[in-house]
Each structure stands twice: as C-alpha cells, then as structure tokens.
C-alpha cells in the first residue's frame, strides 16, 4: 500500500503497478512512445492490465522515461522521505533496482517535483536541488538548482530545454504558496532563464508536451480546473478547455508516436468541492473524494 497525508487527511493508495499511476501530479508526466505503452500483446483497447507491483511502496515519485524503460526516484513512503530508484522494463514486466537518488529530501518529498528527461539522463528538480540521473552509468551530477526555491512543481522537455513551471515557493517555511514562475533550464550550460509566468499559479499539478507546446492540468485548493497552454516559441500562454472537475494529485500521459493518436490522458487525482468567500477573496477546499 502506498500512503500520501493530503490537507490534513490520510489516505491509502495501492501499489500495484498501473503506468499511468506512477505519474503523479506533481512529479511532471511522461510521453510513452507507442512501440513501448503497446508493447504487451493481445491487449485491448480502452482496457487496464495490472503490472508487476513497485518493490518500494510510496508515492510522488520522479518518473522519467529513458530507452523504454520508466524510472520511478524518490517519493514519500510511510517512513516518509524515500532515496529509492527502480527501474521498470514494460517488455518483461520486471523491476530493477538502481542508484538511490542523493538527496531525497526536497525533490520529490509530499508530492514529489518536477522531472524531465534530456538525452538520457533524468533532471529531478526540488528545493534548492537539481540532481542529475545518467541512465547509461547508473549515476548521479548535482547541477545549478533553479533561482526560485520551489517544490511541487511540474517540468517538461521541448527542443533541447526544461521548462519548471509552477509549485509551492515557500513550502518549507511553513507558508505554502503557489507559484506562477516558470523557469527554463539549459542542460548544456547549465544556466536559468526566467520566462513568461503562468496566469494562474499552480502546485500539485500536471503537464505534458504535443505539437512543441506545454498544456498544464490541475491545481491544489486553487478552485479553478483551468487547461493552461504554454508556448516556448513566442514565450506566451493561452487557455484550452476547462477540464470537467476540479482536480489536483491527478496522474497524466501523453501518448505520441506512429500508432498511437496525440492525445493527453488524466487519469485519477483528487477532485475538489471549494468553498469561495466573495468577501475575503479566499477559496477553502472542501473535502475530497
């Protein structure tokens, strides 16, 4: 069983394996290619196939996703923060265990960061941490962290660059707040540069990549179910439909390739019922189902 403590209310989760599962909101998504997420056969379509189970139990894990095979890092276990890397290979359903992350702590603790693949190493950004998994050495780099100490947040690859987006900037002083930065990191310089910030700030949320641009789903306690569509190339954002609830802690996957439509799944999560106060202004989540 997996445990997660959510506003103050705990909850259990099991640890059987579902793809889509291993993506939590906060922790980014991941693109599976279709040679990959088709790869077992005889599976129909619109259906769920149970997999082998995480050795680890835990959740707000890391994914990353790096030749076929998904890394899960990190995460909240019931002893709380996890160091644990496991390694899931879809063609044989089996799970390997690999270099344990630094520094747990931060990066993807109470929800998990932002993660991002680029050219086969695995960027896990947290609190004042960007550490650094190299598939192919089974190792790991601390680089420059982003300028804005943030955690929650979520984080994706187009052209080269990661863009970390959102989050809570204060969430170990005790304050949590949500952010509207968005920061784009250079892998090859090892540099930070600030772009356009979201019209809503987000944390616990979710993103995915299609046609070179970033939709981000979700927020926690935000009260909105807002579609936030981000494009690198002219550095602005625009909004696309409103998702039908409001959701946060969801799971998402994107699916691409040359079977496989371009579509954005959302899968699970937590959906809000908000209380909104005209006369404060603030919005008070209600309780969650």
Request: negative net charge; contains cysteine.
């Amino acid at each position: 069983m997996l445990y997660e403590s959510l506003s103050g209310k705990r909850k259990i989760l099991t640890a059987s394996l579902l793809l889509a599962l291993l993506v939590s909101a906060s922790a980014g998504t991941f693109s599976l290619k279709s040679s990959v997420a088709g790869s077992s056969a005889g599976q129909t379509e619109d259906s769920w196939t149970t997999m082998a189970s995480m050795p680890t139990a835990r959740t707000g894990v890391g994914i990353g996703v790096v030749g076929g095979r998904i890394y899960a890092i990190g995460g909240q276990a019931m002893s709380g923060a996890t160091d644990v890397n496991e390694m899931y290979d879809p063609e044989t359903n089996t799970w390997t265990t690999k270099t344990s992350i630094p520094q747990a702590n931060g990066t993807t603790v109470d929800g998990g960061s932002g993660t991002a693949v680029y050219q086969n190493k695995i960027y896990c950004f947290g609190w004042e941490l960007n550490q650094v998994y190299d598939t192919a050495t089974d190792s790991w780099a601390t680089k420059t962290p982003s300028p804005t100490p943030r955690t929650t947040s979520t984080a994706c690859t187009i052209n080269g660059k990661i863009y970390l987006i959102g989050g809570f900037d204060t969430f170990f002083l005790g304050n949590p707040i949500r952010s509207n930065v968005n920061e784009m990191y250079d892998p090859v310089s090892d540099s930070w540069t600030t772009m356009a910030p979201l019209p809503t700030a987000v944390a616990y949320c979710i993103s995915a990549v299609v046609n070179n641009k970033i939709y981000v789903f979700g927020n926690t306690g935000g009260g909105n179910n807002e579609t936030q569509i981000y494009d690198p190339q002219t550095n602005t954002w625009s909004y696309g439909p409103s998702m039908p609830y409001h959701v946060s802690y969801e799971a998402g996957a994107a699916t691409t390739g040359v079977c496989a439509a371009k579509k954005i799944y959302l899968i699970g999560g937590n959906v809000y019922s908000d209380e909104f106060d005209p006369e404060t202004g603030l919005i008070k989540p209600g309780p969650l189902t």
